[in-house]
């Protein structure tokens, strides 16, 4: 009996603690861990293939850099391009979405990033959907690449989001990707768990 008293009051007393603070700092957190993407699809053309950025589009295929990036929940969930020292240093780079052709690109002025980018059990989301598209480069970039080089030059894709599972792609065969995101360990960050609601959640389920 004296073990479930204990126990009782403990529950009570981290309760208590956490319903003291703050609404805005109880499980709030401003941005998430730097990560960084691999884009998986049900075939090998896309099997763990990193996420790539040239510094202004973010590409599958490439030989550019690593990309990383961070959520700015702060911000309306943003998704920006930090430097590639893997820190969680913000930069003037973050991700929007085409309203026509839903293109993942990037953009540096004020105001116009794409919100609603999240974390979903370990995978990138936009617009509470897991869903993106892999399409080849226009055939304008592809030629042009080619032409300038003396090695034979890979395919390039660029990345879309695809949230109700209609985006489709100007040129070439498009793939179903989902995008991995790499950290150390799994988490889900979107307004729904970076909230004080996912600790209400947790208590409605612990005393049912």
């Not at 794409?114 to 869903?131: A, K, V």
């Not at 989902?178 to 409605?204: A, C, D, M, T, W």
Request: one cysteine or more; charged letters at 15%; a positive charge.
């Amino acid at each position: 009996m004296k073990i479930f008293e204990t126990l009782l009051f403990a529950i009570t007393w981290l309760t208590l603690q956490v319903a003291a603070a703050p609404v805005n700092k109880r499980f709030f957190s401003p941005s998430s861990p730097t990560f960084s993407l691999i884009a998986v699809h049900n075939g090998t053309t896309f099997n763990s293939n990193l996420v790539k950025f040239n510094g202004s589009a973010i590409k599958l295929g490439s030989d550019d850099k690593a990309f990383f990036g961070t959520i700015q929940a702060d911000k309306g969930y943003i998704l920006n391009l930090p430097s590639t020292n893997n820190s969680n240093q913000s930069s003037t780079v973050n991700a929007v979405v085409s309203n026509q052709t839903h293109l993942i690109s990037t953009t540096t002025k004020n105001g116009s990033a794409s919100e609603h980018f999240g974390i979903t059990n370990g995978w990138l989301s936009y617009l509470n959907s897991t869903q993106f598209l892999a399409c080849p480069e226009s055939a304008s970039n592809a030629t042009s690449k080619s032409s300038n080089s003396t090695s034979n030059s890979t395919i390039e894709y660029d990345l879309f989001a695809n949230p109700l599972n209609k985006t489709k792609c100007a040129n070439g065969k498009g793939y179903d990707v989902k995008l991995l995101v790499q950290l150390s360990l799994p988490i889900s960050y979107s307004p729904e768990s970076n909230s004080f609601g996912f600790f209400k959640r947790f208590v409605n389920k612990l005393f049912k």
